[in-house]
């Protein structure tokens, strides 16, 4: 079955860097897209991120002002979000996202998020 496992969450100081990594299993991996989407306690999801199964598209929040950076490795079913000049707006619960069917049909299957918490 379809799983996605995101790591790398943690506690990070304002202007710190944290990279997050999500092993996926279950299906064929290089033929999805794969969303990485936040979410502050008590607010709505916010999308961050979209990469291509062959990582050569990648799409982005314009609100991050260029500081995320998504990535993947296909050989080892994960893909990657980097985070560098994190702000305390950037504090939330991150998952990563399996397109539904493929490619930019929207989301479909969820991890089970790791928290990033800036201060």
């Known amino acids: ?11 990070v100081q304002p202007g710190g860097s944290l990279t997050l990594s999500c092993v996926a299993s279950g299906f064929d991996f290089a ?5 990485w989407v936040r979410q502050v306690p008590g607010k709505c999801f916010e999308w961050v991120s979209t990469i291509s199964g062959l990582g050569g ?17 296909n050989a080892k079913n994960t893909v ?16 990563c996202v399996r ?18 918490t800036v201060s």
């Open 1 to 11: 079955h379809v799983q996605l496992v995101e790591s790398g969450g943690g506690l």
């Open 31 to 35: 033929r999805y897209w794969i969303y």
């Open 57 to 73: 598209t990648t799409y982005y929040a314009s609100t991050l002002e260029g500081r995320f950076t998504s990535s993947r490795d």
């Open 80 to 95: 990657y979000l980097q985070m560098n000049s994190l702000k305390p707006e950037d504090a939330a619960v991150y998952y």
């Open 99 to 116: 397109d539904a069917y493929g490619g930019n049909w929207g989301f479909g299957y969820w991890g089970q998020g790791t928290q990033v």
